[in-house]
């Protein structure tokens, strides 16, 4: 709801900039990990996910990268647009959905 | 048009009350999940049920109560004997794994305040 995202890092980007989201994760069995993007007032809505045997995934305008050796993973965005202004998390699992361990989530703020 | 529906979107809980959150989907998934989401953390698991009459406590299930009699429906009710129930509530439902429909999906959330 409206109260999501206070408190959170904030990343600032002009409209057409590609942005770098970063995670880290806390569980070196993780095999599984997603981004979700979530509007104001919305649920948080899939964008792209990757497994343990993989270090790079593209969609459409966006990239995850996996840097297992430090627990590290980000999401790239391709030319920005102020509708991809929202709060982005990432997930972990060790096993499964019903382990899935959410981060706090970084809030990207596109400029025109 | 296929989804998961949230309501109310907006619900006032008074000292002492019980109130139950309404969570429906028409993806004709099996598995559906009810998380917690406070500002500035992350989603936090409730309960989550893989099939209809079973349903397994999450990592926060004190306080809360559900039930799954149809595949369609997994209503989550906070009871008086959660002390902060102020918070973002999601439900999501998944599809079989190894689909396209493995990943969550989630419904649009219900926002509790307590009068």
């Known amino acids: 709801g409206e109260s999501v995202g206070l408190h959170l890092p904030t990343l600032s980007v002009q409209e057409g900039d590609n942005s770098i989201i970063n995670c880290a994760y806390s569980?070196?069995?993780?095999?599984?990990f997603i981004w979700y993007k979530q509007e104001s007032g919305k649920g948080p809505q899939f964008i792209i996910d990757i497994r343990s045997n993989m270090d790079k995934r593209q969609g459409q305008r966006v990239t995850v990268l996996l840097n297992k050796t430090v627990k590290h993973l980000s999401l790239q965005i391709a030319a920005t647009q102020p509708g991809d202004s929202a709060v982005y998390f990432c997930?972990?699992?060790?096993?499964?959905?019903?382990?899935?361990?959410f981060g706090a989530g970084t809030r990207l703020a596109v400029h025109p | 048009d296929g989804g998961i529906t949230q309501s109310p979107k907006y619900l006032f809980r008074k000292e002492g009350q019980n109130v139950t959150l309404s969570c429906e989907q028409n993806l004709n998934h099996d598995a559906m999940y009810w998380y917690r989401q406070d500002p500035g953390q992350g989603l936090r698991l409730i309960y989550y049920?893989?099939?209809?009459?079973?349903?397994q406590k999450g990592d926060i299930a004190e306080g809360y109560s559900v039930s799954r009699e149809k595949k369609e429906s997994f209503p989550l009710t906070v009871t008086s004997a959660q002390k902060n129930p102020t918070a973002f509530y999601l439900c999501?439902?998944?599809?079989?794994?190894?689909?396209?429909?493995?990943?969550?999906?989630f419904g649009s959330g219900t926002q509790l305040s307590v009068l």
């Open positions: 999501a439902s998944r599809g079989p794994q190894r689909s396209a429909n493995e990943k969550l999906f």
């Open positions: 997930a972990e699992t060790p096993g499964g959905y019903n382990k899935l361990i």
């Open positions: 049920s893989q099939i209809v009459n079973d349903f």
């Open positions: 569980n070196s069995a993780s095999d599984y």
